[in-house]
């Protein structure tokens, strides 16, 4: 007897044939945009050229959201962003040679920021690779070896099978902690060629953990429990890491003042009673950390800047905990936990003791009153008065981007972020030019959240085509741009160390005027209006345009 469940109804293989077979048409620019798809991607940013326009083809008659601005740096900056917010992968479309080389500053700060960035660029035809000069369009003899030594991989792809392999990996390397950028390099005719694939589904490429050894964060707990003066230095890797909480918890229960580099912003409640603030390149920070008797180094290499010019000495034990390898014990001798910051705090939150300093919050409080007194002492009241009056227009949920410029280096240290994540700049790897476009791609990631950039007139010439592109695609971006005539911070730099400038001097075109041409509202703003005027320009919908001149001043380094 046959029951109704026995009764299996097996396709023919006529039908599983017409099931696999691929809609028409299909090229190897869908069997990318199918991965990304696949792998979560909803939005991906670039800038077309020729053996690129397969996969814009495609991306045109998919339903990810495209995001093109008018510079491949500038796009590379914006996917940063938006890889930085959102903390997905964030593709970025490249054509070959000249749009991809124009591409690596962008990759650079994403890689010193730890930004995961999606690469994905186009390549002469297959005929053409190998390091022979075949003269096609855009040829490099090596196109690979111009981004290797700034992305964490490289993936190459010489056949559409090969297509959602190479981006899945890709995919995977970009968030695999400490996230960064990658690159996935793929030949015009591969992308141009029809496909017999079908088409990609079930993509996955879920990134391994990285948890800290047992062994070493139990040491690393005994030795902070036992501590007359632990300190912690809060680094982006916290951030990056979505660990601000439990470095909160561990702090107190350690009554362990904390200090935050500058890309750990926000990471540590800037009014804590524990908190240092961000004031990494003050002597009298320095010397604090220097008498730490177990110093807890979280998600930092305590490179340049956070070393105070690598002025810093440690006299007591650090403990280090780092994704990156490569940070990993680079500047000083450490027990090294290479780890993702998250894990790792909520190990020592498992292991270490309670204990208890009731002198810690004078101690932090002292340090800060020198600080404070030794700012107070050279008359920067009016550069001070610039940062509370951004500081009191931004909305905390409001996210900040700054460039190379002598605001954001006072901001680097003096702005209280309020959030994690909310404070951004290139001072990474130090290029102009990162504010405007990088906020543009914050803006993409949170829609309906004003966004402010912060901008020298010097960086900002660098984005002003992207006025364009903030116009067209009506983005939340309110643009502060300090007009003082040049690079300001290169001004001080080479007037203090050889007596006259050199090249840092700028005609500059009124801003203003520009910004309207590009139908994007602006305003010149002073320095008692600039509150109400920034609340106005984040309180309106789309781009705008704030300029206001203003000759500023560096306040005296600490470790000459």
């Given at each position: 007897?046959?029951?109704?469940?026995?009764?299996?109804?097996?396709?023919?293989?006529?039908?599983?044939?017409?099931?696999?077979?691929?809609?028409?048409?299909?090229?190897?620019?869908?069997?990318?945009?199918?991965?990304?798809?696949?792998?979560?991607?909803?939005?991906?940013?670039?800038?077309?050229?020729?053996?690129?326009?397969?996969?814009?083809?495609?991306?045109?008659?998919?339903?990810?959201?495209?995001?093109?601005?008018?510079?491949?740096?500038?796009?590379?900056?914006?996917?940063?962003?938006?890889?930085?917010?959102?903390?997905?992968?964030?593709?970025?479309?490249?054509?070959?040679?000249?749009?991809?080389?124009?591409?690596?500053?962008?990759?650079?700060?994403?890689?010193?920021?730890?930004?995961?960035?999606?690469?994905?660029?186009?390549?002469?035809?297959?005929?053409?690779?190998?390091?022979?000069?075949?003269?096609?369009?855009?040829?490099?003899?090596?196109?690979?070896?111009?981004?290797?030594?700034?992305?964490?991989?490289?993936?190459?792809?010489?056949?559409?099978?090969?297509?959602?392999?190479?981006?899945?990996?890709?995919?995977?390397?970009?968030?695999?902690?400490?996230?960064?950028?990658?690159?996935?390099?793929?030949?015009?005719?591969?992308?141009?060629?029809?496909?017999?694939?079908?088409?990609?589904?079930?993509?996955?490429?879920?990134?391994?953990?990285?948890?800290?050894?047992?062994?070493?964060?139990?040491?690393?707990?005994?030795?902070?429990?036992?501590?007359?003066?632990?300190?912690?230095?809060?680094?982006?890797?916290?951030?990056?890491?979505?660990?601000?909480?439990?470095?909160?918890?561990?702090?107190?229960?350690?009554?362990?003042?904390?200090?935050?580099?500058?890309?750990?912003?926000?990471?540590?409640?800037?009014?804590?009673?524990?908190?240092?603030?961000?004031?990494?390149?003050?002597?009298?920070?320095?010397?604090?950390?220097?008498?730490?008797?177990?110093?807890?180094?979280?998600?930092?290499?305590?490179?340049?800047?956070?070393?105070?010019?690598?002025?810093?000495?440690?006299?007591?034990?650090?403990?280090?905990?780092?994704?990156?390898?490569?940070?990993?014990?680079?500047?000083?001798?450490?027990?090294?936990?290479?780890?993702?910051?998250?894990?790792?705090?909520?190990?020592?939150?498992?292991?270490?003791?309670?204990?208890?300093?009731?002198?810690?919050?004078?101690?932090?409080?002292?340090?800060?009153?020198?600080?404070?007194?030794?700012?107070?002492?050279?008359?920067?009241?009016?550069?001070?008065?610039?940062?509370?009056?951004?500081?009191?227009?931004?909305?905390?949920?409001?996210?900040?981007?700054?460039?190379?410029?002598?605001?954001?280096?006072?901001?680097?240290?003096?702005?209280?972020?309020?959030?994690?994540?909310?404070?951004?700049?290139?001072?990474?790897?130090?290029?102009?030019?990162?504010?405007?476009?990088?906020?543009?791609?914050?803006?993409?990631?949170?829609?309906?959240?004003?966004?402010?950039?912060?901008?020298?007139?010097?960086?900002?010439?660098?984005?002003?085509?992207?006025?364009?592109?903030?116009?067209?695609?009506?983005?939340?971006?309110?643009?502060?741009?300090?007009?003082?005539?040049?690079?300001?911070?290169?001004?001080?730099?080479?007037?203090?160390?050889?007596?006259?400038?050199?090249?840092?001097?700028?005609?500059?075109?009124?801003?203003?005027?520009?910004?309207?041409?590009?139908?994007?509202?602006?305003?010149?703003?002073?320095?008692?209006?600039?509150?109400?005027?920034?609340?106005?320009?984040?309180a309106a919908p789309g781009p705008s345009v704030v300029v206001l001149p203003a000759v500023l001043r560096m306040f005296a380094p600490t470790h000459q």
């Open positions: 007897m046959t029951h109704d469940h026995d009764l299996v109804l097996r396709p023919t293989a006529a039908q599983t044939a017409a099931a696999l077979a691929p809609p028409p048409g299909r090229t190897g620019g869908d069997l990318v945009v199918e991965t990304l798809r696949g792998l979560g991607a909803t939005t991906v940013f670039g800038l077309p050229g020729q053996h690129a326009l397969a996969m814009f083809d495609a991306v045109r008659r998919s339903d990810l959201r495209f995001v093109g601005l008018r510079v491949e740096n500038n796009t590379g900056f914006a996917a940063d962003a938006y890889g930085r917010i959102t903390g997905e992968a964030a593709p970025l479309l490249l054509s070959t040679g000249p749009g991809a080389l124009t591409s690596l500053a962008a990759l650079q700060e994403a890689a010193a920021a730890s930004a995961p960035v999606l690469a994905i660029s186009s390549q002469i035809p297959v005929a053409g690779l190998g390091g022979g000069r075949h003269g096609y369009l855009h040829e490099l003899k090596d196109q690979q070896a111009s981004v290797r030594d700034i992305v964490k991989s490289v993936h190459t792809v010489r056949a559409a099978s090969q297509i959602p392999s190479a981006v899945a990996a890709a995919w995977e390397s970009a968030l695999t902690a400490p996230h960064g950028p990658v690159w996935v390099e793929i030949p015009e005719d591969v992308l141009r060629a029809e496909t017999l694939l079908p088409q990609v589904t079930g993509v996955d490429a879920t990134p391994p953990e990285l948890p800290p050894r047992p062994e070493l964060t139990a040491l690393a707990a005994h030795l902070l429990t036992g501590a007359e003066r632990p300190v912690i230095v809060a680094g982006g890797g916290v951030v990056r890491a979505d660990a601000a909480g439990k470095l909160k918890q561990l702090a107190e229960r350690l009554d362990a003042p904390v200090v935050t580099t500058y890309g750990g912003k926000g990471a540590f409640s800037w009014t804590h009673p524990l908190s240092l603030q961000s004031w990494v390149e003050d002597r009298h920070v320095t010397d604090f950390l220097e008498d730490a008797d177990v110093l807890l180094v979280v998600g930092s290499g305590l490179g340049e800047l956070s070393s105070n010019y690598h002025t810093f000495a440690p006299r007591g034990r650090i403990v280090q905990i780092e994704a990156d390898l490569g940070k990993l014990e680079s500047n000083h001798p450490a027990l090294g936990i290479h780890a993702d910051a998250r894990l790792a705090l909520q190990a020592l939150l498992e292991t270490v003791g309670p204990r208890e300093d009731t002198d810690a919050p004078n101690r932090v409080r002292e340090v800060l009153t020198k600080v404070r007194t030794r700012i107070d002492a050279q008359d920067l009241g009016a550069e001070q008065e610039l940062l509370a009056s951004i500081r009191a227009a931004l909305p905390d949920r409001s996210p900040s981007f700054w460039d190379m410029t002598i605001l954001a280096y006072w901001a680097w240290a003096g702005f209280d972020a309020r959030r994690p994540n909310t404070m951004h700049s290139a001072q990474g790897a130090g290029g102009l030019g990162y504010a405007f476009p990088a906020a543009l791609g914050a803006a993409v990631a949170e829609p309906g959240t004003p966004v402010l950039a912060v901008s020298g007139d010097g960086g900002a010439m660098y984005g002003v085509a992207e006025l364009a592109a903030a116009r067209q695609y009506g983005l939340d971006v309110t643009w502060l741009i300090v007009d003082d005539g040049g690079y300001g911070i290169l001004r001080e730099y080479m007037t203090d160390a050889f007596g006259e400038t050199a090249g840092t001097e700028l005609t500059r075109p009124d801003f203003v005027a520009l910004a309207e041409s590009f139908g994007v509202p602006a305003v010149r703003t002073t320095p008692a209006t600039l509150t109400a005027d920034l609340r106005k320009a984040l």
